[in-house]
């Protein structure tokens, strides 16, 4: 997979609507520089930690530790989990959530329904994870589905959004209907491991049943916490005929 670099007509459209409105920070709304600041104001972009080597070969956890290299992490060893490997643009610290820069701009994205954060965070995310996007012999792209009811009252998937730059910036076809979500589960932020996986169990379906087949499959999500949503999705993947799922998200929450 190569990231296509042309300039689109589109992006130039864009460039030129920056000049007539000169652009604001997506997380504190603060003015932004210079063409190189995309994005963010240069205080938000040095709070925002790039998930960088040395990490887990599996999930992507960056290792507090830099001078090894990467391995499977512990928990990726007692439990290896159903997709071939994950990784984060960018990770936040689950503490101090409230006031990091990436949760503030993820949170806007998704509760603010703030749907125009799709294309900058997509191309973010298509950009910043180029190296692993490269590794990736992905054939298909796809988000993560929100149950229909939260579908209705959002009004859009962000996961999707996201997926459909990275889908577009690297070829990838994307199929937005194949995983479904046909149970809503409540936020289980508060709960163990072993609880969110069980609670996560049976929470997806697959609409077309040939069209992961043998497949090497992208899924797309905005946020990665305990990987259990991934996990899920990859079981019902792998369990349809997929080769191997690899997992891509904006943001990582770590501890
Ligand atoms: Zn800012
Ligand atoms: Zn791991």
């Not at 997979?1 to 864009?14: G, I, V, Y």
């Amino acid at each position: 997979m190569q990231l296509t670099a042309n300039p689109s007509l589109a992006d130039r459209f864009d460039w030129f609507v920056d000049w007539l409105y000169p652009p604001r920070c997506r997380a504190c709304a603060g003015r932004i520089h210079g063409r190189d600041a995309e994005y963010f104001c240069a205080g938000c972009w040095q709070q925002i930690q790039r998930v960088l080597h040395p990490l887990c070969s599996v999930c992507g956890r960056p290792f507090p530790d830099a001078s090894g290299g990467d391995h499977a992490c512990g928990v990726c060893l007692a439990r290896p989990p159903h997709f071939a490997r994950a990784r984060a643009w960018a990770c936040y610290p689950r503490e101090e959530l409230e006031e990091h820069p990436l949760r503030r701009v993820v949170q806007k994205f998704k509760y603010g329904r703030k749907v125009s954060l799709g294309k900058p965070l997509g191309r973010l995310l298509a950009q910043g994870c180029e190296e692993f996007l490269g590794e990736c012999d992905a054939e298909l792209i796809m988000p993560v589905p929100l149950h229909p009811k939260r579908l209705r009252w959002r009004g859009f998937n962000q996961s999707l959004l996201l997926a459909r730059q990275v889908g577009r910036a690297y070829g990838i076809p994307l199929d937005p209907f194949a995983l479904r979500r046909n149970r809503a589960t409540p936020p289980q932020t508060q709960l163990p491991e072993e609880e969110r996986r069980k609670n996560m169990r049976g929470a997806f379906t697959l609409s077309s049943e040939g069209s992961v087949k043998g497949k090497n499959i992208l899924l797309v999500d905005d946020v990665y916490t305990s990987g259990a949503t991934a996990n899920e999705c990859s079981r019902t993947l792998k369990r349809h005929g997929a080769k191997r799922v690899y997992v891509l998200t904006l943001a990582r929450a770590v501890s």
